[in-house]
């Protein structure tokens, strides 16, 4: 069973940066894809970005494309989202979840019910 906790979370003020982690246990193969997705009150969840662990290929969604960058530690047991130039709109509460995949695509960014596990989430406030 894939447990995954995050941290990393906290309140910022915009412009501002913050490194969310992930520990991610209970996977037995490297062919897993695992992502952040985020949900602001009264909205849907939504997808972030994605990776895939066994090669590194990563995604993102459009409004993080260029400020975000999802990694990974090389024991591939930590999942990261170093998120910059932060904006009031990035407000949500944040995900880590992993699905297992012989591959990533960024579709996968479309919907939350194709992953399989989650985390019980982080807090990410950021005011104007």
């Known amino acids: 069973q894939v447990q995954m906790v995050e941290s990393g979370g906290g309140s910022v003020r915009a412009g501002g940066s913050l490194r969310l982690s992930c520990a991610a246990s209970g996977y037995t193969s490297s062919n897993y894809c695992m992502g952040w997705f985020r949900q602001a009150p009264g909205k849907e969840r939504e997808g972030v970005a994605l990776i895939y662990i066994g090669g590194g290929s990563s995604y993102y969604a459009d409004s993080v494309k260029t400020r975000f960058i999802i990694s990974q530690n090389n024991a591939k047991d930590t999942l990261y989202l170093q998120m910059n130039s932060l904006k009031p709109e990035d407000t949500a509460m944040y995900y880590c979840?992993?699905?297992?995949?012989?591959?990533?695509?960024?579709?996968?960014?479309?919907?939350?019910?194709?992953?399989?596990?989650w985390g019980q989430g982080t807090q990410v406030t950021v005011s104007s």
């Open positions: 979840a992993a699905v297992l995949s012989y591959s990533c695509y960024s579709g996968l960014l479309a919907s939350d019910r194709w992953w399989n596990y």
